[in-house]
């Protein structure tokens, strides 16, 4: 998820490692620490209050989606994205960012016959998954630590990829797209949903102003129309659909 930042001013000046480069094109290391600092000390503080939010389980969180998000159901949301998925599916999955398992342990309970690889930066959130699934009995699922821009797995490996609720927050977004694609079979589908902006100046602005500040989401964004088009270059549609600033989707890989 993270990758190197390139600088490309006229004099190759690092701002963060404070000093000149020695050509114009110097890759920061030491900004590639600071933005993963960043990072895990969001999801740290995030960890309790993480399925509170997207469950809209307490009165807060219910108004907190209310005010700024429209009152969109990330329940009922995901239940239609995982739906797009059979139980009886007997391929092998990846479920990138798997988060704390919130939203898919009941599904992966049901999916007895999958061979189910579950990622995520975040090793609390990690953490929260594992004991989730062994409390529920599932056996069949692999959790790696590790970076949605460098997937540790083979080209073509997975029939289908899972992606909910993470490329809003994906900082290197093209390298996270391009991974995605990389390791996904032609004719496997592309199954997710995630945050964009444009359809509610409010969301927008918590967006921009608190959840990017806070290191939750990391512009830049995008729009309903934007996603289309670019999935459009290499899969076809099956299902396209927004609920306020929600996209879910379902897509298959087409063969070049």
Known sequence: MIGWLRH????????????????????????????????????????????????????????????????VDDNEIARTVLSYIPDDFSGKLLDVPVGTGVFTVAKYARMNRA???????????LDQARDRFW?????????????????????????IVLTMNGFHAFPDKEKAYSEVNRVLKAGGHLVGCFCIRGECRRTDWLMDRILSRKGWFTPP????????ARLEKGYRLDEYHREGSI??????????
């Open 247 to 256: 996209v879910y989707f379902m897509a298959t890989k087409e063969s070049h």
């Open 135 to 159: 409390k529920e009995g599932i056996g069949n699922c692999r959790l790696v630590q590790g970076d949605v821009g460098g997937l540790p797995f083979e080209d073509e490996s997975f029939d």
């Open 8 to 71: 490309s001013d006229a004099a190759g000046y690092c701002r963060i490692c404070n000093r000149v480069a020695k050509d114009s094109a110097y890759l920061c290391a030491r900004k590639n620490e600071i933005m993963s600092d960043k990072i895990q000390k969001s999801y740290r503080q995030s960890r309790n209050i993480y399925d509170d939010v997207l469950t809209r389980s307490t009165w807060w969180s219910r108004l907190y989606m209310d005010i700024f998000w429209g009152g």
């Open 115 to 125: 061979d189910i690889v579950c990622l995520d930066y975040s090793s609390d959130m």
């Open 221 to 228: 964004f995008e729009t309903f129309d934007s996603l289309k």
